[in-house]
């Protein structure tokens, strides 16, 4: 538990600084590709350009699945947000409000960002040894993701959780929700259905959204 206490905030910091890394890039390649479609760009430029944003998109799709997938304890998302709160984050009402309407509903099982018993890929770990540029570490397919995960019942191969762990929760995605509103508007389909399902968590977790609403099936298997 402890070690799980300790490793999410970092997993969360760094899953926010691919995605937000990831929507930049994928923005500026947009941008870049409108102008030599308009006679402003060399097209040639364009192609290198999408195909050096291709490692980055695979490292944004794998982190945002890994997410996506993730239930964390209660006391677990207590100490990120202790965490978070050191550094100006306001996220402990919306975690409040989020746990208060689950206690209404204590027979209803908690929804998933995945969707209700849907399937998803086992995922593959990052390229390079798991470093990103810069020389960050990234372990993220390996030890810290398992002590999270030993902690907090996540399934590898399911979104929804086990009959085991009913009480863990996905509030863990509200420190993600800028990242996450600016990669939903994305080209890959991958990170952006992914990112529009846990924006629908989120909103089913403080009930902005029908907690009953059916999400799209993930296009992982597709891509």
């Known amino acids: 538990m402890e070690v799980a206490q300790l490793a999410l905030p970092v997993f969360l910091s760094r899953a926010e600084a691919i995605l937000r890394r990831y929507a930049a890039e994928d923005r500026r390649d947009e941008q870049a590709g409108g102008n030599s479609l308009s006679g402003l760009g060399d097209a040639a430029s364009a192609t290198a350009n999408a195909r050096s944003l291709q490692p980055l998109t695979d490292k944004a799709r794998h982190v945002a699945e890994l997410v996506r997938q993730l239930w964390v304890s209660p006391a677990v998302v207590n100490a990120c947000l202790l965490a978070m709160e050191a550094r100006g984050s306001q996220l402990k009402p919306w975690v409040d409000v989020a746990r208060a309407r689950r206690k209404r509903s204590p027979g209803s099982q908690p929804g998933s960002a995945g969707g209700a018993g849907q399937t998803l ?91 009953h609403a059916a999400l799209p099936p993930s296009s992982f298997e597709d891509a």
């Open 121 to 211: 890929p086992q995922q593959q770990p990052l390229g390079s040894g798991g470093v990103i540029e810069g020389g960050t570490s990234w372990p993220l397919g390996s030890s810290m993701l398992s002590s999270i995960s030993r902690s907090t019942g996540s399934g590898a191969s399911s979104a929804a959780p086990p009959v085991a762990a009913v009480r863990k929760e996905q509030t863990h995605l509200l420190a993600l929700y800028g990242a996450l509103c600016v990669c939903a508007g994305g080209r890959d389909a991958v990170v952006r259905e992914a990112s529009c399902a846990m924006l629908s968590q989120i909103g089913r977790d403080i009930g902005l959204v029908d907690s």
